[in-house]
């Protein structure tokens, strides 16, 4: 079987994450360009990173990809999208898949009418920790999961982490928020540690959510916590039965009497040929921080495009469109939220909520 082949569209941060599982993994992936905007920087990153790089469009049509990995700013990823879908490729959306109303309903569009296949690599409920903990709330130890406070990651990541672990499709929501304010000593950075003592000023966004169903999300994010070394990611749900809390799960057992269980991180024997020492190494032995490892991130990752293969042959889809949709959708109205601080704000129906009545 050959390597499923791609390129990237985008020489940012988050490009360089499909570039390093391409080249872990030569029998499983091929990376054929990671198209640049300059020379200079298509030069510069052939030579750091020992990748194929270029800044001709019509050399990454010419390679015939199998998929698109469109890892662009977020203001962009849509409009990209749109230009590789009309040239006939599939495409792997980094997130957000837009950032306003319009542009989703533009993406399902392509999708329903036009046939254009469309994955976003939201992969955070496939980190193996976050995997673990939405494992037991499937397996009902909570039993019916009815609310959770999450503390782990920003806008449409959250969105698509609170559907999870409540276990709950897409439905009605109303949300009331508001932004505060605090400074925070800064520890940590892309690029290292800082340890020259600055501060700055850290907006955090508290949101409540109320779904149709009568579950509640408390949304608590500010962005120092991804990198921060005295800033914790906390997650906590409830349900008649018991509680996951970061890494500790209580529930009554069959007995009717309580337990108290160690969340291990779950690797899905699926993706064992992904598995790396480090990753085996961290789902080996229980934190009792909630820790979010690179090793993690890029293993989850690393399953998103194994799944590419199967879902380009007819398979299932990646991750669904329509969530991705919901999710982005979902952070305009978390944003929306607090910056109207103390109004009640409203989802709308919108196209992609038909895929949710036909899926469950």
Known sequence: MRPLSFIIVGSGYRSLYFARIAKRYPALFELKYLLCRTEEKAARLAEE????TTVSIEACEKCAPDFVVVAVNAGSVCTVAKEWIKKGFPVLL???????????KELWELKQNHGARIQVAEQYHRYPIMA????AVE?????????????????????????????????????????YTFPVTQTDSRYGPITDG????????????????????????????YRTFIRARHVNVRGRDGEWNDTILRYVGSDHLPVQEQLIPFLNPRYQVLETAEVREICSRWNPFLTL???????????????????????AEVYPLAEGLEDAYTFILLRRAVTNSGEVVVSEKMPWHEWNLKAQ
Do not use: W
């Open 94 to 104: 980094e997130t957000p898949a837009g950032t306003t109303e319009e542009e989703l």
């Open 293 to 315: 490892e690179t090793a993690q991130d890029e293993y989850a990752i690393a399953t998103m495009m194994f799944d590419m293969r199967e879902y380009l042959n007819g398979g």
């Open 198 to 225: 600055s501060v700055k000023d850290q907006p955090r966004d508290c949101v409540t959510i109320e779904f149709e169903s009568g579950k509640v999300a408390f949304y608590d994010f500010d962005c120092v916590q």
């Open 132 to 135: 673990a903990g939405i494992r």
């Open 139 to 179: 397996q009902g130890k909570l039993g019916v999961p009815d609310a959770v406070t999450l503390s782990v990651a920003h806008d449409y990541h959250g969105a698509s982490l609170i559907r999870r672990v409540l276990h709950m499709g897409i439905e009605p929501m109303k949300l009331q928020g508001r932004r």
């Open 49 to 52: 990173q020992k990748i194929p």
